[in-house]
């Protein structure tokens, strides 16, 4: 969550990043959401959608959340890493399976550049 300078936690591991989703998206945290991507990230939306940067993802954020839906945190997998690149990946709830690429930042911190949030589909 963000603390009252509204400055949200980063995530000191890969795996912190999906935590931070599950917490972010059932509170309606758009911006928490957006803060867990690089600027220049890719999300994957429905229907073969992409979202490039902070504001598209941010829209996709918006309308997804308009409606409140809760999210089920998942089964995560551990992260496969490479030096600065991690491959993180949850098995939902639903039967589905997330798979995300994410970058160790200049300040240790991880955040996603590319989101799969629906690999079965």
Same mark, same amino acid.
């Given at each position: ?5 509204g400055v ?23 911006? &928490?959401?957006? @803060? %867990? ?5 890719v999300l994957? *939306?429905?229907?073969g959608q !992409? #979202? ?30 490479? &030096?600065?690149? @991690? %491959? ?7 039967? *589905?399976?997330?798979?995300? !690429? #994410? ?19």
């Open positions: 969550m963000a603390n009252s300078d949200h936690e980063r995530a000191a591991v890969p795996e912190d990043l999906s935590r931070f989703f599950v917490e972010r998206a059932n509170a309606g945290n758009v911006d &928490g959401l957006v @803060a %867990l991507y690089t600027p220049d990230a994957a *939306g429905p229907g !992409v #979202a490039t940067g902070s504001e598209e993802i941010r829209q996709v954020y918006e309308r997804l959340l308009a409606d409140r839906p809760k999210f089920t945190p998942g089964q995560q997998r551990p992260a496969l890493r490479n &030096g600065d690149l @991690a %491959l993180t990946s949850t098995r939902l709830v639903d039967g *589905g399976a997330t798979a995300e !690429v #994410a970058r160790r930042q200049p300040d240790g911190t991880w955040l996603w550049v590319l989101d799969e949030p629906n690999v079965l589909a």
